[in-house]
């Protein structure tokens, strides 16, 4: 079985920082990309960033700047540090990774997190 379980989420004021981590555990064999996504109340859940196993990134435009994600092959773990904070960044946010396990180890199914949740207070 795999695990994926995000931490780091909390309350915080606006012009704030807070950074998130996700990691992967479980009968991993290898984990190919990982990626946040966030959903606010009343919104389709959304890809705002993400990160290839070879350090590629990619953001949805209107982060640019302010979040940066990153990742730690060697413990199977995915951050988004989140600056600047504004409160329509308010959601549950999850993190999504692409892995093999070690009883299937060249088919990748995507693992979700629980969620956490952000909240950006004015």
């Known amino acids: 079985q795999v695990q994926v379980a995000e931490s780091g989420g909390g309350l915080v004021q606006a012009g704030g920082s807070l950074r998130l981590s996700c990691a992967a555990s479980?009968?991993?064999?290898?984990?190919?990309?990982m990626g946040w996504y966030r959903q606010a109340p009343g919104n389709q859940r959304e890809l705002i960033a993400s990160i290839t196993s070879e350090g590629r990134t990619n953001y949805v435009d209107s982060l640019k700047g302010r979040f940066t994600i990153s990742r730690d092959n060697a413990k199977n773990t995915v951050f988004l540090q989140m600056n600047s904070l504004r409160p329509d960044d308010t959601a549950v946010y999850y993190c999504?990774?692409?892995?093999?396990?070690?009883?299937?180890?060249?088919?990748?199914?995507?693992?979700w997190g629980q969620g956490t949740q952000v909240t950006v207070s004015s």
């Open positions: 479980g009968s991993i064999f290898s984990v190919n990309a």
């Open positions: 999504n990774a692409r892995i093999s396990t070690s009883y299937s180890r060249y088919f990748y199914s995507d693992y």
